[in-house]
């Protein structure tokens, strides 16, 4: 028996939100900067190329496959380090990610009939990131529980449930366009969902050798990267379509595969595309390139993946390490812009290790990596595109000597980098000078924050730990920084939660809620959530969402939704 996923009134949990929101019936010292710059390898040695036929690409596998092969395991298959297509066009114009202030959260002003709402916390406001939960402002659509469940978020009413596929586990996340909701599975299989009938109906499946690394959506179409590995059998790619019951079968031409000059493995990377206009889904006009990667970034115009490389220093059975390759990240960038065919155009590589996709923005055409290097000391490089490779133009090292790197936020020219290892250095980094990226200012606390958010008006909201000066970890802590001059970073307000371990905002951003309207911020905590008021320079409690974990939370017109294990609930928001 399918659960029901929502109430359509707040349940007990929410009650004191409720309450504590305003009711229901309404709506420092200054640390020296080292000037060190991390080492980065030369990426032209590194260049990957279409094959000059199937024979030779599956030959060159093959014979590449060889030194990593592991008794009774057959290939170890992972990254290939290096860049770039030669001669591949550039993309089209600057990025329309990446400016200052903070996200566009509120996606209508109700001027067309549908309410204000929030949507899914995304590093990039031009490219949507799969979530739990989506909604238009009309109807939300969450997983919980291997259920699909759409909700009328007027009447607060379940319109329709869709049991979800028990052998594939639980779904990545979600992405919705008009009447399609694409589901994601981490073993790279997709549903579309038709949501224009009386429920919800599998529309299409598309399945891939391989795993799902991430997803980006920009407008109705929707990149989709693959991370697989060759087979005994068969070396390339195969995908499967199924509409209406009938499967079709095929695999990654050989033609589309772009080849390195120098291999560490045979992992792939496939990049697909879809339009969620469709009524079906196609076969995923997959491109491909012999490389690894798990860490995906996305603006309107350019998708970016990296691989860390990490295991490279390793050494394994038979195969020695290859320090040469080793405490670097590999980037690889694709032009997304329009709806057709993705092309692989740039690669390149820096020092160190990414902490995740908020450590890389591109803006004006250039490319802004923060990375850690042997966890002792790490830098923001900036690559310009030279032909087929991405190429380091400035750096600004020495961030945080001795620590790693533990948050990232880029707001147009401005990159904020929070390090730390007993005490929690902020540092404000200008980059409008790509050539000559500096830290223009600095400031020292103890605690960290994991996640950084714009908020306006020169403020910044940090989501991380309170701490010790020795640095042990005391439980949840907010903050709210000054950051309107760069030069000199502070601390406005501070609330702790003493022995709450850690919130969920802090490894996922996704389940942040910031609502610039009101001022209201949701942080997840191990038993429900704390809701915060965000005044000038203040940081007030507004209340407490007591229960289950908190997954997500959103806002639709005046009603504040809530995701836990148990499905969605509602109340009433303030305006």
């Known amino acids: 028996m399918t659960r029901r996923l929502v109430v359509p009134v707040a349940i007990p949990a929410l009650l004191a939100v409720c309450t504590l929101l305003g009711g229901c019936t309404t709506a420092g010292p200054r640390a020296t900067v080292h000037d060190r710059s991390p080492v980065v390898a030369e990426p032209a040695a590194l260049r ?3 094959a000059d036929s199937c024979a030779a690409l599956m030959d060159d596998l093959r014979t590449a496959a060889q030194p990593w092969a592991l008794p009774d395991r057959g290939p170890i298959n992972d990254a290939v380090p290096g860049p770039a297509a030669p001669g591949a066009a550039a993309p089209g114009g600057a990025a329309p990610g990446g400016a200052a202030g903070a996200p566009d959260a509120a996606k ?7 309410p204000a709402y929030s949507a899914t916390n995304t590093a990039e406001a031009y490219a949507d990131e799969p979530d739990l939960v989506k909604t238009d402002g009309r109807r939300i659509v969450a997983v919980s529980g291997g259920v699909l469940s759409v909700v009328d978020a007027g009447t607060r009413q379940v319109t329709g449930t869709l049991q979800l596929p028990v052998n594939t586990g639980q779904p990545s996340g979600l992405l919705l366009s008009g009447d399609s909701v694409l589901v994601l599975f981490p073993s790279t299989r997709l549903l579309l969902v038709d949501l224009a009938g009386a429920g919800p109906v599998v529309a299409s499946e598309y399945t ?21 590995w060759p087979r005994q059998d068969d070396w390339l790619p195969r995908y499967t379509v199924t509409t209406h019951g009938r499967a079709t079968t095929g695999r990654v031409d050989c033609g589309r595969v772009q080849l390195p000059a120098q291999y560490s493995g045979t992992a792939m990377l496939s990049l697909l595309t879809f339009d969620l206009n469709e009524p079906a889904l196609s076969d995923g006009d997959p491109v491909t390139i012999v490389a690894d990667g798990q860490t995906v970034y996305a603006n309107g115009t350019s998708l970016y993946v990296a691989n860390g490389n990490q295991w490279l220093g390793w050494p394994r059975a038979g195969v020695a390490a290859l320090p040469q390759f080793a405490h670097q990240t590999d980037l690889y960038q694709f032009d997304i812009a329009g709806t057709g065919t993705p092309a692989y155009v740039a690669g390149g590589t820096v020092a160190g290790w990414v902490i995740n996709q908020y450590a890389l923005s591109e803006w004006n055409g250039h490319l802004r990596v923060a990375t850690t290097l042997d966890g002792a000391v790490s830098a923001v490089t900036v690559l310009a595109r030279d032909g087929g490779l991405l190429r380091p133009v400035g750096t600004v090292g020495g961030l945080g000597k001795g620590q790693r790197i533990y948050a990232v936020r880029f707001a147009g020219p401005v990159g904020y980098v929070v390090t730390f290892r007993q005490t929690d250095p ?70 702790d939660l003493p022995g709450s371990g850690h919130s969920l905002a802090e490894f996922d951003p996704h389940a942040f809620l910031f609502w610039p309207a009101t001022g209201l911020l949701v942080v997840p905590l191990r038993a429900g959530g704390l809701a915060l008021r ?6 007030a409690k507004a209340g407490d969402l007591r229960g289950r974990p908190l997954l997500r939370s959103l806002v639709v017109g005046t009603t504040l939704w809530t995701l836990t294990t148990a499905g969605l609930a509602a109340s009433d928001l303030p305006v």
């Open 48 to 50: 990957l190329a279409p």
């Open 108 to 114: 209508t002003d109700g001027t067309d009939g549908v």
């Open 208 to 228: 891939m050798d391989g795993a799902l690394v991430d997803a980006r959506q920009v407008g109705t179409v929707v990149r989709v990267v693959v991370r697989s």
């Open 426 to 495: 902020l540092y404000t980094v200008d980059l409008r000078d790509p050539n000559h990226p500096a830290v223009t200012g600095q400031v020292e606390l103890d605690g960290y924050s994991a996640y950084l958010h714009p908020a306006g008006d020169g403020r910044l909201i940090g989501v991380g730990q309170a701490s010790t000066s020795q640095g042990r970890n005391l439980g949840v802590q907010v903050s709210l920084f000054d950051v309107a001059d760069p030069a000199r970073p502070a601390r406005l307000a501070r609330y």
């Open 534 to 539: 965000v005044t000038g320079a203040a940081l």
